[in-house]
């Protein structure tokens, strides 16, 4: 059966992200000190339903072994309807790779092996809960100083986005969201 038959069979809902939160470790700065900016985001759909060992061992089979994630992340400060960066990821790819699996105590034969974006080691989950967290939620903490932002209040909002290429079981996507504000006071 060719690739492009067996991406028809799926039947995947549209993804989309969601929890897309902005938290900070405190609401009140002087402008020495340094702010620290936690946002995150999950991935949930179609590309989350479709993360599941069933689908590994189809598309370990096909010879798509390899799924890449690549994701933006910006922390802004709006003024009115202007805002602007204070702290970007610009693009980073975390990638789960689908092989063998000679352990006894993984459920499944094919299983996947998440390769992180830090460039650390490739960790390999123990269940597909924590194969899914790991490669379709993302956490990252900035920090900047509150200097930067000048006295006052200010409202903090995070974006992302998200993209994935076309395997054997979805076809390509984009996703991008933005948290709500968050309000800080820097004094």
């Known amino acids: 059966m060719s690739l492009k038959n ?3 069979e799926y039947s995947w809902p549209p993804t989309s992200i969601a929890g897309v939160h902005i938290t900070t470790d405190k609401k009140r700065y002087s402008t020495e000190d340094a702010v620290t900016a936690s946002l995150g ?11 599941h060992p069933d689908v590994w061992t189809v598309s370990w089979e096909d010879f798509d072994k390899v799924m890449r994630l690549s994701y933006g992340m910006s922390v802004r400060v709006r003024r009115g ?17 689908f092989y063998w699996s000679r352990d ?3 459920p499944y ?7 992180p974006e830090d460039g650390g080691p490739p960790r390999i989950p123990t269940s597909v809960e924590d194969a ?4 379709l939620d993302v956490t990252k903490t900035f920090e900047f100083p509150a200097k930067a932002l ?9 974006q992302v986005e998200a993209r994935w290429g076309r395997r054997s079981f979805i076809e390509k996507g ?3 969201a933005k948290s709500r504000d968050l309000a800080i006071e820097v004094e």
Do not use: C, Q, Y
């Open 6 to 8: 067996r991406r028809g």
């Open 174 to 176: 984009e996703v991008s």
């Open 41 to 51: 985001f999950r991935i949930v759909g179609g590309l989350r339903e479709a993360f």
């Open 132 to 135: 899914k967290k790991e490669m």
């Open 109 to 115: 034969r094919i299983w996947a092996m998440i390769i």
């Open 104 to 106: 006894p105590d993984l």
């Open 150 to 158: 000048g006295t006052g209040s200010h409202r903090l909002v995070g």
């Open 81 to 97: 309807v202007l805002a602007r960066n204070l702290a970007v990821v610009k693009k980073a790819v975390r990638k789960a790779s």
